[in-house]
């Protein structure tokens, strides 16, 4: 079971930036990836970037060069970083871990959530 715990949300001016944290239960050694979701009200939850336990790193095409996902394996932490902070980046952010535990399973843990809100 991994719990994870998310904060570091709130109110933020367009072009302002914002840390978000992710504290996990267990070694990120152990989770193949932890990634950052958002969803907006009234759209589907979608990826927003993700880190393997090797340290590469994906990111959502309307996120690039924005937004920045890192961890602190000693801390058991993973960060998003955002910079450049849009309207359209509102939103309640979700930690996720995703777990392999199979050839063919693998399991899914989330965070409640932080409310990241950018406006003016």
């Known amino acids: 079971q991994v719990q994870l715990v998310e904060s570091g949300g709130g109110l933020v001016q367009p072009g302002g930036s914002l840390r978000l944290s992710c504290a996990a239960s267990?070694?990120?050694?152990?989770?193949?990836?932890m990634g950052w979701y958002r969803q907006a009200p009234g759209k589907q939850r979608e990826l927003v970037a993700d880190i393997t336990s090797s340290g590469s790193t994906n990111y959502a095409d309307s996120v690039k060069g924005r937004f920045t996902i890192s961890r602190d394996n000693a801390k058991n932490t993973v960060y998003l970083r955002m910079n450049s902070l849009k309207p359209e980046d509102t939103a309640v952010y979700y930690c996720?871990?995703?777990?392999?535990?199979?050839?063919?399973?693998?399991?899914?843990?989330w965070g409640q959530g932080t409310q990241v809100t950018v406006s003016s």
């Open positions: 267990v070694r990120i050694f152990s989770i193949n990836v």
């Open positions: 996720n871990a995703w777990v392999l535990v199979g050839g063919d399973s693998a399991n899914d843990y």
